[in-house]
């Protein structure tokens, strides 16, 4: 039985929210430092000058396609046939450095075990690929936590497609629903979907968290728990 699942009967506190859905990169996870670091890899082979994890921590959102043209076009240009030859090369190096460096945010073990602990059903929406999402969530432990993962291939659209999201939801099968996300593409992907979002700035000056449809901003994960469980959170419609 998933942890969500036994969890659910030993509720105690009443949720505003009953689902939560994450985005992972950037949300849940600081996972710059290994793209980064694939990036560099893919770079030093191209002959062009590594990029900083600063700079590539704008290029996120979108999935490993659009980060990896980014990150071209950001150092010298990003032809289709350059994209073809060394695309490959970033994503083998990935795959096996998925979690040298990167790491879940602090609070967010303790966080996710006190949702799950009153009740509220947790599902993951990311624009990261099935395969590189699986072996993630199990070197961080949170293989068992989500009773629904959607990845950027799961469906036959990613964000700011509303589908996916509105797919964890549906999973997910509890409701009323709100999502957590860290970037303008989670915003989009949220408002499309009719969803409150939360933006999750971890570490400071995120231009997502100055957005008017955000309901809220969180630097902490405890402050997450207050909001869905308690009475600080705005009222999902």
Same mark, same amino acid.
């Given at each position: 039985?998933?942890?969500?699942?036994?969890?659910?009967?030993?509720?105690?506190?009443?949720?505003?929210?009953?689902?939560?859905?994450?985005?992972?990169?950037?949300?849940?996870?600081?996972?710059?430092? =290994?793209?980064?670091?694939?990036?560099?890899?893919?770079?030093?082979?191209?002959?062009?000058?590594?990029?900083?994890? +600063?700079?590539?921590?704008?290029?996120?959102?979108?999935?490993?396609?659009?980060?990896?043209?980014?990150?071209?076009?950001?150092?010298?240009?990003?032809? /289709? =046939?350059?994209?073809?030859?060394?695309?490959?090369?970033?994503?083998?190096?990935? +795959?096996?450095?998925?979690?040298?460096?990167?790491?879940?945010?602090?609070?967010?073990?303790?966080?996710?075990?006190?949702?799950?602990?009153?009740?509220?059903?947790?599902?993951?929406?990311?624009?990261?690929?099935?395969?590189?999402?699986?072996?993630?969530? /199990?070197?961080?432990?949170? +293989?068992?936590?989500?009773?629904?993962?959607?990845?950027?291939?799961?469906?036959?659209?990613?964000?700011?497609?509303?589908?996916?999201?509105? +797919?964890?939801?549906?999973?997910?099968?509890?409701?009323?629903?709100?999502?957590?996300?860290?970037?303008?593409?989670?915003?989009?992907?949220? /408002?499309?979907?009719?969803?409150?979002?939360?933006?999750?700035?971890?570490?400071?000056?995120?231009?997502?968290?100055?957005?008017?449809?955000?309901?809220?901003?969180?630097?902490?994960?405890?402050?997450?728990?207050?909001?869905?469980?308690?009475?600080?959170?705005?009222?999902?419609?």
């Amino acid at each position: 039985m998933n942890r969500y699942n036994a969890d659910f009967r030993a509720s105690t506190r009443a949720a505003r929210y009953r689902t939560v859905v994450f985005d992972l990169d950037g949300t849940l996870a600081d996972t710059a430092p =290994d793209l980064a670091a694939s990036i560099n890899v893919m770079l030093q082979q191209m002959r062009r000058k590594a990029l900083t994890v +600063e700079q590539l921590r704008l290029f996120m959102g979108d999935g490993v396609h659009e980060l990896v043209r980014r990150a071209m076009a950001a150092s010298g240009g990003c032809a /289709e =046939d350059l994209f073809a030859s060394h695309y490959p090369v970033f994503l083998d190096h990935y +795959e096996n450095h998925l979690a040298d460096h990167s790491h879940a945010w602090p609070g967010v073990t303790d966080a996710l075990q006190a949702l799950l602990s009153s009740g509220v059903a947790l599902a993951l929406c990311t624009n990261k690929l099935e395969k590189l999402t699986i072996p993630f969530l /199990e070197r961080l432990g949170l +293989e068992d936590v989500f009773a629904a993962v959607i990845c950027g291939d799961t469906l036959s659209t990613c964000k700011p497609d509303p589908a996916p999201l509105l +797919e964890a939801v549906r999973r997910a099968a509890r409701s009323p629903a709100i999502f957590v996300g860290d970037t303008g593409v989670d915003i989009a992907t949220a /408002e499309a979907a009719g969803l409150p979002i939360v933006i999750a700035d971890m570490i400071g000056g995120s231009p997502a968290a100055l957005d008017p449809r955000v309901q809220a901003v969180i630097s902490d994960f405890s402050m997450l728990v207050d909001l869905v469980l308690g009475d600080k959170g705005p009222v999902s419609k």
